[in-house]
């Protein structure tokens, strides 16, 4: 039986500031180009600081276990001692919670260790793969298997790291391993599992992307290459890493104006939808150089960065293209939507990342169309009214939402008396394509079944049906679910698979599209992918099949 959440109410005054929040709302509706906010749950019992959806519908969500006691008891009246907690040494109260999408519900969750700015993914069988944090949690790694009966919750796994990770990244590999990278004062690169000695690599451009009293190179973007290679960015510039051999295999040009771009000048980064091989980066966002110690040292937050810097990372003379963004944007998160546009969100327009320094919350969404012509890439969308600063997180569902989560600026729960309170909300952003108007463009997959296993290099069909007009080309999209938080969405990947064949079933409203599977696992690794069809930029509700 599922583990009651018991939500401790804080004050009256939170429900007088939902509603200023939703009036805000209705006065925003108009500001931008499309897209509607809808409040799915006023409370969560923490604050979204990391975020991660798993193939059964389920997010899993955590903060931190050092922050005083939380909003949410633990389950089954159960408490943890908290000897580096300021604030209560015994806990009864959850830092993880699962968020049920289907029943818009959440149920608490047992994290013993301190996941404080800790990074994950998911393994090829679908199990989130948690790493690191801080004190407590920096050698850690924790495991989350998902079930449908509410009985799963976190494992432990002691010493799982070689080195204490707090602020690293994390991939995915071709072989189903998680590569982690880098995080505070640790230059170096290891594997989970463990396979191979030796369990720690040198990373020398970690070191020569410091910056003295910064750091700027936290939280790097790390992407996958076709050729099995590792693309890392961090600062303002990267390098294409053969992990195996931990050989530089090349080195790119440093963005344009040289400014950071990684935490704590926070931007974000994403690989743009893949099709046709061509693999290209983009990295969006950013604060200047210098703004974490104004913003730290005087409380002077410098204008965030407007600008955004693409890159082909396989060009034999590969050079960054910049382009504007409609606002400035630190803080932000870049999420892949399944008709293959990038949806940028969250975050200020001034100040950097880290606690109090980010200011002038960024409202309104923005779209970036990857194939448009360079100044009319992007659209601005409808804003929400709640401030998502530092600690928010964004995830892409199945059906197409984006949940926003998040925001805590600050060292502990702080409700009251600060300029951005402590947020435990969740809110759903509903791209245009969910818009009734086009109901009868979105396709309904039919065939295969969810939970389907698929392999490399193969025929794919899908069956699927259209009530309104169906224009072709049909456009089927694969995305692997990436685990988010500081403005970065690790392992984030989206495939336009190649069409075969494209027919209509007799006079039916029935059609059926083949498109051949990925033939690499460098192009997308082993594991659970949702497969979306789109019909004039309107996709259907995804499917999630196992690639193996």
């Known amino acids: 039986m599922a583990a009651k959440a018991t ?17 805000l709302l209705s006065c925003h509706l108009t500001s931008g180009a499309g897209g509607t906010w809808k409040l799915l749950l006023p409370n969560v019992g923490i604050s979204a600081m ?39 040494k015994t806990d009864c109260t959850a830092h993880s919670v699962e968020y049920n999408v289907a029943l818009n519900s959440i149920r608490p969750l047992t994290v013993q260790s301190n996941t404080w700015c ?38 432990e796994v002691d010493n799982g790291l070689a080195a204490a990770r707090w602020y690293a990244s994390n991939h995915v590999l071709p072989d189903g391993r998680q590569i982690i990278i880098g ?67 090349k080195t790119y040009p440093e963005i344009p104006g040289g400014d950071p771009r990684s935490y704590p000048s926070t931007g974000s980064a994403v690989l743009l939808p893949i099709k046709n091989l061509v693999l290209e980066v983009l990295v969006c966002g950013g604060a200047p150089k210098g703004s974490y110690i104004f913003a730290f040292k005087s409380k002077t937050f410098i204008k965030a960065l407007d600008t955004c810097a693409r890159i082909n990372i396989n060009d034999p003379n590969p ?13 932000g998160d870049m999420t892949l939507l399944p008709d293959g546009h990038v949806l940028l969100i969250n975050g200020g327009s001034s100040g950097t990342a880290a606690w109090e320094l980010g200011r002038e919350p960024v409202f309104n969404p923005d779209i970036y169309y990857p194939d448009r012509p360079v100044g ?18 964004a995830t892409l569902l199945r059906d197409g939402r984006v949940i926003v989560g998040g925001s805590n600026p600050h060292a502990y729960y702080n409700f009251t008396g600060v300029l951005f309170p402590t947020e435990l909300s969740l809110e759903a952003f509903s791209p245009s394509y969910l818009e009734s108007k086009y109901s009868s463009l979105r396709p309904v997959i039919m065939d295969p079944m969810p939970q389907t296993t698929i392999n490399y290099g193969q025929i794919l069909r899908l069956r699927f049906t259209v009530q309104g007009r169906m224009k072709t080309p049909v456009k089927v999209t694969m995305v692997y679910p990436s685990f988010n938080t500081h403005s970065f969405s690790m392992s984030q990947r989206l495939l336009v698979l190649d069409h075969v064949l494209f027919l209509r079933i007799g006079l039916s409203r029935i059609y059926e599209v083949s498109v051949r599977t990925p033939s690499s696992v460098n192009l997308a690794p082993p594991g659970y992918y949702m497969v979306f069809v789109v019909n004039q930029n309107i996709p259907s509700e995804g499917v999630w099949v196992r690639l193996q």
């Not at 059964?56 to 276990?65: E, G, L, P």
């Not at 924790?142 to 976190?154: E, G, I, K, V």
């Not at 992007?378 to 928010?392: K, T, V």
Request: proline fraction near 7%; charge should be negative.
């Open 183 to 249: 995080g505070r004062d640790q230059f170096n690169y290891e594997f989970f599992p463990k396979t191979n000695a030796p369990n720690l690599y040198a990373l020398p451009f970690l070191t020569q992307t410091t910056d003295p009293g910064q750091e700027n190179n936290l939280y790097p973007y790390v992407f996958l290459n076709t050729d099995g290679n590792l693309f890392i960015f961090a600062n303002n510039r990267a390098i294409l890493l053969n992990y195996a051999t931990n050989t530089v295999v």
């Open 319 to 331: 050079q960054w293209a910049v382009e504007k963004m409609p606002r400035a944007r630190v803080m």
């Open 7 to 23: 939500i401790r109410n804080f004050t009256d005054v939170n429900y007088l500031r939902y509603l200023a929040l939703f009036f």
């Open 376 to 393: 009319s890439r992007f659209e601005p969308q409808n804003a929400n009214a709640i401030p998502r600063m530092y600690h928010s997180t």
């Open 50 to 88: 990391h975020s991660q959806l798993l193939h059964n519908d389920r997010v899993i969500m955590y903060d931190r276990t050092n922050f005083g006691p939380s909003n949410i008891s633990l389950p089954h009246g159960a408490c943890r001692q908290s000897p580096n907690d300021a604030i209560s």
């Open 118 to 155: 800790s990074s994950g993914g998911v393994t090829p069988d679908g199990t989130l793969l948690q790493t690191g944090g801080s004190r407590d949690g920096e050698l850690k790694t924790r495991l989350f298997a998902p079930c449908d009966d509410d009985s799963c919750d976190w494992t």
